[in-house]
């Protein structure tokens, strides 16, 4: 709703869309800022900043018509950043698995 624009307190509070999707988030939300999380070692710090004041810096860069609409919005975030959060979990598994039962990848009866 602009810059200096006061924050609802429906629109305030801990947002899992940024904490998940960083970068990404901030682009859609005109939250430049977010983009540091694309440094390393600084992006780890980002996501948490991002999570504690995401939804304050989303409802001051971008107009929105109401609360709710602002409210499902960040909500469409938080669902698409777990998701795709639990297919990289999901993959990550599949991938140790498939690495420790291939012969290939193992030391024994080598020689060293």
Sequence with gaps: ???LSVVPPEARGWNWG????SWIWGIGNNTWIALLALIPYVNFVMVF???AKGSEWAWRNKRWESVEQFR???RTWA???LVLFA???ILGIIG????SMNPS?????MTI
């Design 1 to 3: 709703m602009g810059g």
């Design 18 to 21: 940024a904490f998940f999707l």
């Design 49 to 51: 900043v991002l999570g």
């Design 72 to 74: 499902r919005t960040q």
């Design 79 to 81: 669902i698409v950043g």
């Design 87 to 89: 297919i990289g979990v």
């Design 96 to 99: 140790a698995v498939a690495a």
């Design 105 to 109: 990848t193992t030391t024994t009866g």
